[in-house]
């Protein structure tokens, strides 16, 4: 079975072109939000893969080792334009994601995670599959259809 990138590419973009309809509807509009993200993280997960050559990279995936938690940090600007891309408010979801919790902060200044990249460190949007299924916008299922994906972290936090 042969496969062409513009056929990946149509695939991808018709399964998210169906959930930003779906998730359009007013109800629940940040878990739909958390949803959208997860969709794009498990779609393209190579922009977070170090080791992967891709036009824009996101962020990493990084392992925090004290709770011993695998997450996608997305920097900032980044997330900002899926959210936009994904006709969701970026600054009302960023904030509804800090507030409750959604991401991973530090304990003691309730700041976003700090991650390492070649030109420094910068607080980024940790996403964590755990959270995301806790709240409803992730399933096992979408968690098992991406295992087949390499699960080792970039960065160790």
Same mark, same amino acid.
């Given at each position: 079975?042969?496969?062409?990138?513009?056929?990946?590419?149509?695939?991808? *973009?018709?399964?998210?072109?169906? *959930?930003? !309809?779906?998730?359009?509807? /007013?109800?629940?509009?940040? =878990? /739909? +939000?958390?949803?959208?993200?997860?969709?794009?993280?498990?779609?393209?997960?190579? $922009?977070?893969? *170090? %080791?992967?050559?891709?036009?824009? $990279? @996101?962020? /990493?995936?990084?392992? $925090? $080792?004290?709770?011993?938690?695998?997450?996608? #940090?997305?920097?900032?600007? !980044?997330?900002? !334009?899926?959210?936009?891309?994904?006709?969701? %408010?970026?600054?009302?979801?960023?904030?509804?994601?800090?507030?409750?919790? @959604? =991401? @991973?902060?530090?304990?003691? !200044?309730?700041?976003? @995670?700090?991650?390492?990249?070649?030109?420094?460190?910068?607080?980024?949007?940790?996403?964590? /599959?755990?959270?995301?299924?806790?709240?409803?916008?992730?399933?096992?299922?979408? =968690? +098992?259809?991406? #295992? %087949?994906?390499?699960?080792?972290?970039?960065?160790? +936090?």
């Amino acid at each position: 079975l042969e496969i062409s990138v513009g056929q990946i590419e149509k695939a991808i *973009q018709s399964v998210l072109d169906l *959930q930003k !309809k779906q998730l359009g509807q /007013k109800s629940n509009i940040d =878990v /739909k +939000a958390l949803a959208y993200i997860w969709q794009r993280i498990l779609t393209e997960s190579a $922009r977070f893969d *170090q %080791n992967e050559k891709v036009i824009e $990279r @996101w962020g /990493k995936k990084i392992i $925090r $080792r004290d709770l011993k938690l695998q997450g996608y #940090a997305i920097l900032p600007t !980044k997330l900002e !334009k899926i959210l936009q891309e994904g006709d969701f %408010n970026p600054s009302s979801c960023m904030s509804f994601f800090r507030s409750n919790k @959604w =991401v @991973w902060l530090e304990e003691d !200044k309730q700041q976003l @995670w700090p991650v390492s990249f070649a030109d420094g460190t910068t607080r980024c949007y940790v996403f964590d /599959k755990q959270i995301a299924i806790d709240q409803g916008a992730l399933t096992t299922l979408d =968690v +098992a259809r991406s #295992a %087949n994906e390499s699960d080792a972290p970039n960065e160790i +936090a």
